[in-house]
């Protein structure tokens, strides 16, 4: 059994993500060469081999590369490694590395070249050190998991070795179609062994100093709570595709909303994500009419998730045991929690941040994006729809497939919530069931969004039946019940919503997470992972658990996403997760050429990385962007296909 801590995100990351992920060509400007916008919350650290948190390798996947990255059409493609090759059966990857990858200091002086070793080192570190991310590679890689677990102490039987300075070799424990695309993840990432040793407990602390870089920027300032900047690494092996000098990141705590627009008019942003709830929205829309433009939803999940063994109470509205004990049997009732599911309007609640307009351009329906893998002509939206319908009437007709909300359904949530009232009080449970939900008081979306759940839910079920109490919390109170709190007791609330992005091209990127064995998000749950109990049982948490490892032991991958569709569907009748919004399809203004950035649905090497972006004097208006998009998608096609007939020519 391991315990594995998520890269899972704060809903602060909705509002900020920058949304030039999807933002090749068009006329860029040779005098714009800084790269402005905002920042959410304070990187913990540069230890990209130790920690797995969004706000560490949104930072350091412009420092450091791996084996692989990201082209702009989603695409793996070499990085670090100037070429790869698989074994006949799947289970060794070999990776020649180029010559000119070198290491850097903070000030730019050369080190070291860039060895086979360095990964070897990595990976031992990330092994010796805990990692927060072993639970992608532990199982993965050959001999691991007994050196983890103190099987062995020697390191050398694990399945990654240097054969010589330019070529590391890593050994599977079975075929992973999908690895290439985990060599994206900073896990995997290399560092020097003499640097790593004179550092020693100091290596990765948040200091320009205490990492080295061979990517294609250099850490050049930080202050907390206040400005992040980067340079250009000018001896950078592929400094001909970075196109930007610098990036400065000034933090955004989220209360002054109308900044954004402001600072981007002024020319002090690069980019601005716009609130068409604000009053001065309208404003900016006579002034942009032709520039507003609607991000590509990107991978990343947020749900709605209940504390299904709560233990601290701090934050609560509760004012007897009763209410305490009552609520925790509602959220074990997966009635209740089906009435929950039902009544809530998604569609509202997207509306808080994106408007009427753009109320569905966000909206997320399974915790795997529906078009996220497919299989034997249908994505996987359409594979949880003809396998959820196994579940009861109440899943017939349901459509996933194209991101909206299937739920809301006033009928459906006063049934389910009659079955289980009936339930519940049979069990002496006293009514209204009483929800802590905290939210942070300084994100104005954020409290906008909780005030229309609240809404939703006491308005279709009757605030004497079910009450949400919305906590409000400071940004540093929120973090530390949620995003930082290090045990599954820490979590205090009853409702919580955290999001998640895919650290590899796989179902089970996702899904895994809430695996009672190792889930990287069973903690929200109020859950350790591998400690089951009376409520990971009552949950069927263990019943989902059999299902995503069957699900990961099948090779053939039409079969292999069909049995994860199984799980997914599972997820979807037990509501335990329930899946609102994601990343992207948000109205912006910028000045970043259209889909100049590398495109990731999975890894470190896409969503926050510089490379490749490019900037432009004037606005981006919308029937440029319409037309780039045309042409990308026309592009990605074609490119997504070369790639896939490339795949076979490395089999060796």
């Known amino acids: 059994m391991k315990k594995s801590k998520s890269k899972y995100l704060t809903l602060a990351g909705v509002v900020l993500s920058a949304g030039f992920l999807l933002s090749a060509c068009s006329n860029s400007s040779s005098a714009a060469k800084t790269y402005s916008y905002i920042y959410a919350s304070d990187p913990t650290s540069l230890n990209y081999l130790k920690e797995n948190r969004a706000t560490v390798l949104d930072v350091v996947t412009n420092f450091v590369d791996g084996l692989m990255e990201n082209d702009q059409y989603g695409n793996y493609v070499p990085s670090l490694a100037e070429d790869w090759t698989v074994s006949q059966d799947g289970l060794t990857y070999t990776y020649k590395l180029r010559k000119d990858a070198k290491w850097y200091t903070a000030d730019g002086d050369e080190y070291a070249p860039v060895t086979a070793q360095d990964f070897v080192t990595g990976l031992k570190y990330a092994a010796d050190k805990k990692s927060e991310a072993l639970y992608l590679v532990q199982e993965s890689v050959a001999g691991l998991d007994d050196y983890i677990n103190g099987k062995t102490s020697d390191f050398s039987t694990v399945g990654v070795k240097a054969l010589d300075d330019q070529t590391v070799q890593y050994t599977l424990n079975q075929p992973e179609p999908y690895w290439n695309s985990k060599t994206t993840s900073s896990i995997l990432f290399p560092v020097n062994e003499e640097f790593l040793n004179s550092k020693g407990d100091d290596f990765g602390k948040i200091d320009p100093a205490d990492i080295l870089y061979n990517g294609p920027f250099l850490f050049k300032a930080f202050t907390s709570k206040s400005v992040m900047e980067y340079k250009k690494n000018p001896n950078y092996w592929d400094a001909k595709n970075v196109f930007v000098d610098d990036v400065k990141l000034t933090y955004f705590d989220g209360s002054d909303q109308d900044s954004l627009a402001r600072n981007f008019t002024e020319g002090g942003y690069s980019y601005a994500r716009l609130f068409p709830n604000n009053s001065s929205f309208e404003a900016i829309k006579e002034k942009y009419k032709d520039n507003i433009i609607y991000s590509m939803q990107d991978a990343t999940s947020y749900y709605y998730n209940f504390n ?253 996403y069909d049995k994860y569709a199984d799980a997914q569907a599972w997820l979807v009748d037990s509501s335990l997760a329930i899946p609102n919004l994601s990343l992207g399809g948000t109205p912006t203004l910028r000045k970043t050429v259209p889909f100049s950035s590398p495109y990731s649905l999975a890894g470190n090497k896409g969503v926050e990385s510089y490379k490749y972006l490019k900037l432009q004097d004037k606005a981006v208006t919308k029937d440029e962007y319409e037309k780039a998009k045309e042409k990308w998608m026309k592009e990605k096609e074609e490119s997504n296909k070369k790639a896939q007939e490339e795949l076979a020519k490395h089999v060796k």
């Open 308 to 560: 299904l063994d709560r233990k601290s109470y701090k934050y609560t509205s509760k004012i007897s045991d009763a209410e305490k004990k009552s609520t925790q049997e509602a959220v074990l009732n997966k009635s209740f929690r089906q009435a929950i599911n039902f009544a809530y309007d998604r569609t509202a609640y997207g509306a808080q941040s994106q408007g009427e307009d753009g109320a569905t351009k966000i909206l997320r329906n399974l915790l795997v994006p529906p078009t996220f893998v497919s299989a034997d002509g249908k994505n996987f939206g359409e594979m949880v729809a003809s396998k959820v319908v196994n579940y009861g009437k109440e899943w017939q007709d349901m459509k996933f497939d194209d991101a909206q909300d299937p739920y809301y359904n006033v009928d459906k949530a006063k049934e389910a919530f009659g079955k289980a009232k009936k339930e519940l009080e049979a069990k002496g449970v006293q009514f209204p069931i009483h929800l802590d939900m905290p939210v942070d008081q300084t994100v104005k979306r954020g409290v906008q969004e909780a005030s229309s759940f609240k809404q939703s839910i006491e308005s279709v079920l009757g605030a004497d039946n079910v009450v949400i109490d919305i906590q409000m919390l400071g940004p540093d109170e929120m973090e530390s019940i949620g995003y930082r709190a290090e045990t599954a007791a820490q979590k205090d609330y009853d409702l919580y919503n955290g999001g998640w992005s895919a650290d590899y091209l796989d179902p089970s990127s996702y899904l895994d997470t809430l695996s009672l064995s190792s889930g990287g998000s069973l903690q929200n749950l109020g859950i350790e992972p591998g400690q089951p109990n009376d409520k990971t049982k009552a949950a069927g948490i263990d019943t989902y658990t059999k299902m995503v490892e069957e699900a990961g032991k099948e090779q053939d991958l039409s079969k292999r």
